[in-house]
């Protein structure tokens, strides 16, 4: 099999193959929405679309076709995909012809109007819920303009989010009804010292931090990763550094996320066991109820 023959196979029909089984149905049966295959969630946030046979998950920010799909959920290069969906052996029926839609469907996307500092009340208020101090919040987070188009009223509405630089000039958005992103990477931040690095999995995590250590910078570099799927893209930057101290989750993920950079790094501190042990969801789930 090659990678042309492998993109002809209906990602329904591999998700179907794996167990992986159908939530809901959007746009007239051209959108399916699933429990993402790789990782835990409640509430299904992962999209095929029917039409390009391609996949999006709202939840990390991550998408592509049918390979990038099995290299994520079997951690395998495009050869190791290529040989398991080979292994599958799926039925003509399961292989995807390319179809012109009946109408045009806009694309779900983010765009940005307008980037700016935080002035928003709603916004103000959703740190202070989370415990942030407006001084911390100001010198990492935007407020962020954006909009999004909705199929109902056939047009874009606008929404106002806190916005988090990556480092591919790409935002996390959040506010208190919504966790989106532009496009997904991680953030590195320079710390006073660069021996060691602190890794955390989310930039309100990274802002407790500051908010516990009563600063506006970190004595060591910060890498937040923005999702737990992108500490296997994280390993030559690790290499650089002598000592690893992680502020991960608490949940599945986290406990993997662990595992993960102890195999790959002779020395890494797990403060979770210690700062903010279960129950804690997270860090800033401990600062808010400490």
Request: proline fraction near 3%; charge should be positive.
């Amino acid at each position: 099999m090659n990678c042309s023959q492998a993109k002809q196979i209906k990602i329904e029909d591999f998700l179907k193959s794996i167990n992986i089984h159908l939530d809901k149905t959007r746009r007239a049966g051209t959108v399916l929405l699933y429990k993402a295959p790789y990782r835990n969630e409640i509430t299904a946030s992962f999209e095929v679309n029917t039409v390009k046979n391609i996949w999006y998950d709202h939840g990390t920010g991550t998408g592509g076709n049918i390979l990038d799909l099995v290299m994520e959920i079997k951690q395998t290069d495009v050869p190791g995909a290529l040989e398991y969906l080979a292994s599958k052996n799926f039925e003509p029926s399961s292989f995807y012809k390319q179809k012109e839609p009946a109408r045009v469907i806009q694309d779900k996307k983010i765009e940005i109007i307008k980037i700016k500092p935080i002035i928003d009340p709603a916004l103000i208020g959703y740190i202070k819920e989370r415990k942030i101090s407006f001084s911390i919040a100001s010198c990492y987070l935007k407020e962020i303009i954006y909009k999004i188009w909705n199929s109902k009223i056939n047009d874009y509405k606008i929404y106002r989010a806190l916005g988090f630089e990556n480092d591919r000039s790409g935002w996390e958005l959040r506010n208190k009804y919504f966790k989106g992103c532009t496009s997904k990477h991680y953030t590195t931040l320079p710390g006073i010292t660069n021996d060691q690095l602190n890794i955390f999995e989310g930039f309100f995590d990274f802002l407790s931090s500051l908010e516990l250590s009563k600063t506006h910078k970190l004595k060591f570099d910060s890498l937040i990763l923005n999702s737990i799927a992108l500490k296997g893209k994280t390993l030559n930057l690790i290499s650089e550094y002598k000592k690893l101290n992680l502020f991960l989750d608490n949940d599945h993920s986290g406990i993997e996320a662990v595992n993960f950079y102890q195999k790959n790094h002779k020395n890494v501190k797990d403060f979770s066991v210690n700062l903010y042990p279960y129950p804690y969801k997270d860090l800033n789930e401990y600062l808010v109820k400490k």
